[in-house]
């Protein structure tokens, strides 16, 4: 499950980040500076602009947002209507975040009854998108449409994409110009980078806690064989009088293993899909408020199963040659 997720996490960070330069700003001067120097470049700007309003009584963030190309080639949309970005370009539909979607029961073509401010809004939902790590609910609507709530307001951040090369004179031009300080200029590879080993650092522990397990089991399986053989050792007598050397009994006693190895293997992937399914589609929604696409890793799989077929052989081995199961030295026919 965390290997789905972080799969997942990843793809929908290099998507939901898609612009060169985050831009904080304060007032409309700093707007305007920014949008002159950007002129000598080849790019565009998009507003992140953010106010509150309420559906059935719930608090709802409310976004607005330029509806461009460059949102419907990244935006990670889980859910969507027929032609929903042109929609959403002329403000006939919004998006709705997984969280206001689950919690709320919203379905792809339901009506909304908003309440914004003063004014009330009756509109369609038209997509959902995934918002990962947000305990909160979310909507965006097409920008034209958020400044007929709140007209006066000015967006407090700007991603800026760049279709050239001059990232760097860009950056040091808006340093110049804009009285921007650089702490207020955010670069997003830093933000992947941050978010990831964020992310790889919650769920450490899992990995070493698999370690762990892996070595206790191993180590119960070694001691339990040792037990078992002991017991079994006046019970060998007759298989050695039927013909069977040492070693065909130590390979007998390998192949059982390798049998039980497999099946112990392949139903313990069986109740990891299981308990995966569990939490994804049932504990992970009501908890957080999304799903964690279930994806499926073979060569991973392949992995666990060397790696549990290598260690019972070892403990095998091992505790046959420390019960020391052979034939006694003063055993014959005429002793039994």
Not at 13 to 37: M, S
Not at 152 to 181: H, R
Not at 193 to 214: H, V
Not at 301 to 310: E, G, H, M
């Amino acid at each position: 499950m965390v290997t789905s997720f972080k799969s997942t996490f990843v793809d929908w960070l290099e998507n939901r980040i898609f612009a060169d330069y985050y831009v904080n700003i304060t007032n409309e001067l700093q707007l305007n500076k920014i949008k002159g120097v950007l002129k000598k470049y080849e790019g565009e700007i998009y507003p992140i602009i953010k106010n509150e309003g309420t559906y059935n009584k719930t608090p709802v963030e409310i976004y607005g947002f330029k509806p461009t190309t460059i949102y419907e080639e990244n935006w990670p949309l889980l859910e969507r209507t027929e032609s929903a970005w042109k929609k959403i370009r002329n403000g006939e539909i919004i998006f709705v975040n997984e969280q206001l979607s689950i919690r709320e029961n919203i379905k792809l073509g339901d009506f909304l009854k908003l309440e914004i401010g003063n004014k009330k809004l009756n509109i369609q939902v038209g997509g959902i998108y995934a918002d990962y790590g947000n305990s909160g609910n979310q909507l965006m609507m097409q920008f034209k449409l958020y400044k007929t709530f709140f007209s006066s307001q000015i967006p407090s951040t700007l991603a800026v994409k760049l279709y050239d090369t001059n990232g760097l004179n860009f950056f040091n031009e808006l340093l110049l110009n804009s009285e921007i300080n650089s702490e207020a200029i955010i670069n997003p590879q830093q933000v992947r980078k941050i978010s990831l080993e964020i992310f790889d650092n919650t769920f450490k522990i899992s990995f070493q806690l698999a370690l762990i397990t892996l070595f206790v089991a191993s180590f119960t399986l070694y001691t339990n064989l040792i037990s078992i053989n002991k017991l079994r050792k006046k019970d060998l007598l007759p298989i050695y009088l039927l013909g069977f050397s040492a070693k065909q009994i130590i390979a007998l006693e390998i192949l059982k293993i390798f049998i039980l190895t497999n099946l112990v293997s392949f139903l313990s992937i069986g109740m990891g899909l299981l308990i995966t399914l569990i939490l994804s589609e049932i504990i992970n929604p009501n908890f957080f408020g999304w799903r964690i696409p279930t994806h499926v890793f073979p060569d991973y799989w392949l992995q666990v199963w060397v790696t549990a077929i290598l260690a019972s052989t070892f403990a095998t081995l091992l505790s046959l040659r420390t019960s020391n199961v052979k034939l006694p030295s003063n055993f014959n026919v005429r002793s039994i």
